[in-house]
Every structure is written in C-alpha cells, then in structure tokens.
C-alpha cells in the first residue's frame, strides 16, 4: 500500500509540474502580442512613403523661405522704378543724342574704327606737345592750320568729359540692370527648385512644368561649331577602324600678313542611313 501511495505521489508531482510547461507556454505566447505590436509602425512608415501633397507643400515651403532669407532678396519690398522718370530719361538721352549727331561727324563702320587712332595717354600727349611747339614756330605749320589743331583738341577734351559722365550713368544704369535680373534669377530658381521636387514626388503639372524649364539648363552643341582636337581624334579613330561612315575634310590658307584661315568639315556618321537620308535632303532641295 505504501508503494502505491508513492506511485500516487509521482503521479500528482507529475501533474503539478505540467501548469510550469502551461505558465512557459503563456510566456512564449505572451511575445506574439509584441511582435504584432511592430506591424502598425511598419505600416506607419509605408503610408510616409506614399506621396502626401500638402506635407510636400509645407516641406517646399519651409525650403523656399530659407533660401529667400539665405538670398536677402525679400529683405525690403522690390517696387517698380518711376515710370515717369524712365520716360523722361530716355527721352531727354534722345534728344541730346540726335542733337549731338547732327554736329559732329560721328558715322564709322565697326573697321573704321579699328583704323582710327584714338586719344590714348601717349597719343594725347603728342598731339598737345605739337600744338604747342607749333604755336612757337610756326613756320612748320604748313599743311594744315593751326587753329584747326587747337580745336580738335578742345572737342577730344570735350567729348572726354561727356564720355567720363556718360560712362558713370551707364555703370550706374547696368548695376541696377544687374541687382534686378539677380534678383528675378533668385526667385525664378526658387520656383523651379520647387518645381523639380514636386516633379519627382510624381505630381504629373510639376512634371510637365519641369519639362518645360529644364531645357534652359541643357548645354546643346552648336551645329555650325567646330569640332574640337579630342572629337576630330576620335572620329578618325573611328572611321579608320570602320565603326562609323563620313568623311573629315581640313583646308587650311597658309598665314599671311592678314593672318590665315582653316575650316575643318567633320561629316561623321553612325550608320549608313544617316548618310542616305542627308544625301536625299541635298537632292530634294
């Protein structure tokens, strides 16, 4: 009787240890809570990612007032200049300059120009050395009068002075011209800026908007330039290896006194076809 009072025994042990599995059972479970508390901040992050356009406009926002207060283009107000001063600036300028035309002789070509001999430092003081010694002696004075003399050089003293003030007016018309296109440059980039980012944010008006700003950023290669050392190296490259089909042609004028001239004609193609089609352009035209 006593062995199977302890038989019992074991038994009941036995059974009380299975609610310390039960308890580690609820403890492992216990975690799966946990892990189901995780899927909301993932979900949290996924609806950040998806494009949000009144937070992309606060963001923009925030971005184009620093760098309007970088810039310190907003610092005061940019009113419109006086439009009756313009007026009558312009007019005024043209009055005295077609007053000013009608006196003088003043109608040269751009080659003219370059011919003529202006009123440098060194010239200047030749020419006021001449009228000097001239006025002493004047029995070298024989081709030309010296009065005429003394009045060129009373007009070249003339017209300097109104240079000098003429220029200042135009230093300080360009500088304003300068401040004002800066400006409208500043806040145009600021636009665009924002365009760009609204653009690859995926809203199609800023996409197109972008399209239409982003050529004048793209550096196209004129048609009528010539081609660079590196360019012509490498098409010959090409063509003597027969990866491309055109031809190269280079004519050069040996340097004279007027100097000389080369023209190069790089008519490089990539296919066959680009050929055909230009030859039936020159033919049809």
Do not use: W
Not at 69 to 78: A, F, M
Not at 150 to 163: P, S
Not at 181 to 201: C, G, H, K, P, Q
């Amino acid at each position: 009787m006593a062995k199977k009072k302890t038989v019992a025994t074991k038994k009941a042990t036995a059974s009380a240890k299975k609610p310390t599995v039960a308890k580690k059972k609820a403890k492992v479970t216990g975690k799966k809570p946990s892990v189901q508390k995780k899927k909301p901040t993932s979900s949290a992050k996924k609806s950040t990612v998806s494009p949000d356009m009144t937070a992309i406009t606060k963001d923009l926002q925030a971005v184009a007032k620093q760098v309007q207060t970088d810039s310190g283009i907003h610092d005061h107000r940019i009113e419109l200049l006086p439009t009756n001063l313009m007026e009558d600036t312009i007019e005024g300028i043209t009055s005295l300059m077609n007053d000013f035309v009608d006196v003088a002789d003043n109608n040269l070509t751009a080659l003219q120009r370059r011919r003529k001999r202006g009123p440098g430092v060194r010239n200047y003081g030749f020419i006021d050395k001449v009228s000097d010694l001239a006025e002493a002696n004047p029995q070298y004075a024989q081709f030309f009068r010296l009065s005429d003399l003394k009045n060129c050089i009373r007009n070249i003293e003339m017209c300097r002075d109104l240079l000098i003030l003429l220029q200042a007016f135009a230093r300080a018309v360009s500088n304003t011209m300068l401040i004002y296109s800066d400006d409208a440059f500043t806040m145009a980039l600021i636009y665009y800026n924002m365009v760009r980012e609204m653009s690859r944010r995926g809203d199609p008006i800023a996409m197109e908007l972008f399209n239409t700003l982003r050529i004048f950023f793209r550096r196209t290669k004129r048609i009528t330039a010539e081609p660079t050392e590196k360019e012509l190296e490498r098409d010959i490259h090409s063509l003597l290896h027969g990866k491309k089909d055109g031809r190269i042609v280079i004519e050069n004028i040996t340097p004279k006194a007027s100097g000389g001239g080369r023209k190069v004609v790089d008519d490089v193609h990539k296919s066959k076809a680009m050929i055909k089609e230009s030859a039936e352009e020159q033919f049809e035209n």
